[in-house]
């Protein structure tokens, strides 16, 4: 079902309907502001199209516990997330988020995540931008209070604890879909560092929407097919900076 919300915005409304994947949103032409997926059985937060117009995701009761990488290149203008009864644990788990610049609202009430110590302090010093958090303001004294404590030992130390929990957790997701079969489905190798900056480099210069969500799925994926890695490869050879095309046919 389709509406004009209270905001006056065009919503899409997928509520309740036991999804358990996100797929096909690229049917939706980019025609909404809002997308609601509430009341699903949403384990991952992946697989979204280039979807430039969207600037609302509501995700409330779902079973999310991992957010897929490099969401802010095909969801760029995203400012209101509200993952409300979810299932994220970690402090780790959210930097996936930390991307997103224009990013204003986020709510994760009812995960455990929101339970950790000093919360808060890190979600207002990783988002400078964020001015509701769990729908409580964020005030500058709030801020001013999160760049002291990250400043101590103690802060500097829990940044660092996060941060290698977040690569811990990045390569557990790629193991897990490579024990899936994912790998020997369609070929190819997992992306290092610098295949992901090249693959972001690309979406920015490709021409056509099947480009960029050909691309942006390689870059949530974290695998290179065969073909677009055997490019990569031969351009690095070549001592070239340049980003291959796609061949979309694979």
Same mark, same amino acid.
């Given at each position: 079902?389709?509406?004009?919300?209270?905001?006056?915005?065009?919503?899409?409304?997928?509520?309740?309907?036991?999804?358990?994947?996100?797929?096909?949103?690229?049917?939706?032409?980019?025609?909404?502001? &809002? *997308?609601? =997926?509430?009341? $699903?059985?949403?384990?991952?937060?992946? !697989?979204?199209?280039?979807?430039?117009?969207? %600037?609302?995701?509501?995700?409330?009761?779902?079973?999310?516990?991992?957010?897929?990488?490099?969401?802010?290149?095909?969801?760029?203008?995203?400012?209101?997330?509200?993952?409300?009864?979810?299932?994220?644990?970690?402090?780790?788990?959210?930097?996936?988020?930390?991307?997103?610049?224009?990013?204003? &609202? *986020?709510? =994760?009430?009812? $995960?455990?995540?929101?339970?950790?110590? !000093?919360?808060?302090?890190?979600?207002?010093? %990783?988002?400078?931008?964020?001015?509701?958090?769990?729908?409580?303001?964020?005030?500058?004294?709030?801020?001013?209070?999160?760049?002291?404590?990250?400043?101590?030992?103690?802060?500097?130390?829990?940044?660092?604890?996060?941060?290698?929990?977040?690569?811990?957790?990045?390569?557990?997701?790629?193991?897990?879909?490579?024990?899936?079969?994912?790998?020997?489905?369609?070929?190819?190798?997992?992306?290092?560092?610098?295949?992901?900056?090249?693959?972001?480099?690309?979406?920015?210069?490709?021409?056509?929407?099947?480009?960029?969500?050909?691309?942006?799925?390689?870059?949530?994926?974290?695998?290179?097919?065969?073909?677009?890695?055997?490019?990569?490869?031969?351009?690095?050879?070549?001592?070239?900076?340049?980003?291959?095309?796609?061949?979309?046919?694979?």
């Amino acid at each position: 079902m389709q509406y004009i919300n209270p905001c006056r915005e065009r919503e899409l409304d997928l509520r309740g309907y036991k999804i358990p994947q996100i797929e096909n949103l690229g049917a939706t032409l980019d025609q909404f502001d &809002t *997308i609601d =997926l509430s009341d $699903n059985d949403l384990r991952k937060l992946d !697989n979204l199209p280039h979807l430039p117009r969207l %600037k609302c995701l509501l995700l409330n009761n779902n079973r999310i516990l991992r957010i897929s990488e490099g969401l802010e290149e095909v969801i760029p203008n995203l400012s209101s997330i509200i993952l409300t009864g979810n299932n994220l644990q970690e402090l780790s788990d959210l930097e996936p988020l930390t991307g997103f610049k224009k990013l204003e &609202t *986020i709510c =994760l009430l009812i $995960n455990p995540v929101s339970t950790k110590p !000093n919360y808060r302090e890190y979600m207002a010093y %990783k988002f400078p931008q964020l001015r509701l958090l769990d729908f409580r303001k964020i005030k500058q004294k709030d801020r001013q209070q999160a760049q002291e404590f990250f400043r101590t030992k103690q802060g500097k130390d829990m940044l660092k604890e996060v941060s290698k929990k977040s690569k811990l957790s990045a390569a557990a997701a790629l193991a897990a879909e490579a024990s899936n079969g994912k790998t020997a489905a369609e070929g190819g190798r997992f992306a290092n560092p610098e295949d992901m900056q090249r693959i972001r480099e690309a979406i920015k210069r490709a021409s056509s929407l099947a480009e960029v969500e050909r691309l942006s799925q390689i870059l949530q994926s974290g695998q290179l097919p065969d073909k677009f890695q055997h490019e990569l490869e031969q351009n690095g050879h070549n001592g070239t900076s340049a980003v291959p095309a796609v061949d979309m046919d694979y």
